[in-house]
């Protein structure tokens, strides 16, 4: 029953910015971890950003220092702020969510996706 949706995306020209936000539902407890990957056509799939529950943050490299991950715990949202785009950015940007089951195992979830596109 747990759902993420995502919102946000869209075409934007180089320079510009995006703000993708995510809701989860379908459950109760607050995801562990919480955020943002993407997956360009070819390529596998990456991190973008995630946060836990204690706002720590974990980003990938190719995206450190332009975009902002944040995240209201309580509702179960966070957001991702895409500042500086570049062509390279385009893909689509997956919502994804753990939620700790035991010490050492997590449930992993997904949304199905939102397109960010970047023009010249």
């Known amino acids: 029953q747990v759902q993420l949706v995502e919102s946000g995306g869209g075409l934007v020209q180089a320079g510009g910015s995006l703000r993708l936000s995510c809701t989860a539902s379908?459950?109760?407890?607050?995801?562990?971890?919480m955020g943002w990957y993407r997956q360009a056509p070819g390529k596998e799939r990456e991190l973008v950003a995630e946060?836990?529950?204690?706002?720590?943050?974990y980003s990938g490299d190719s995206v450190k220092g332009r975009f902002t991950i944040s995240r209201d715990g309580a509702a179960n949202t966070v957001d991702l702020q895409l500042n500086n785009l570049v062509p390279e950015d385009t893909a689509i940007y997956y919502c994804?969510?753990?939620?700790?089951?035991?010490?050492?195992?997590?449930?992993?979830?997904w949304g199905q996706g939102t397109q960010v596109t970047v023009s010249l």
């Open positions: 946060m836990t529950t204690d706002k720590s943050i």
């Open positions: 994804a969510a753990k939620l700790r089951r035991a010490a050492t195992r997590h449930s992993q979830y």
């Open positions: 379908g459950t109760s407890f607050t995801f562990n971890i």
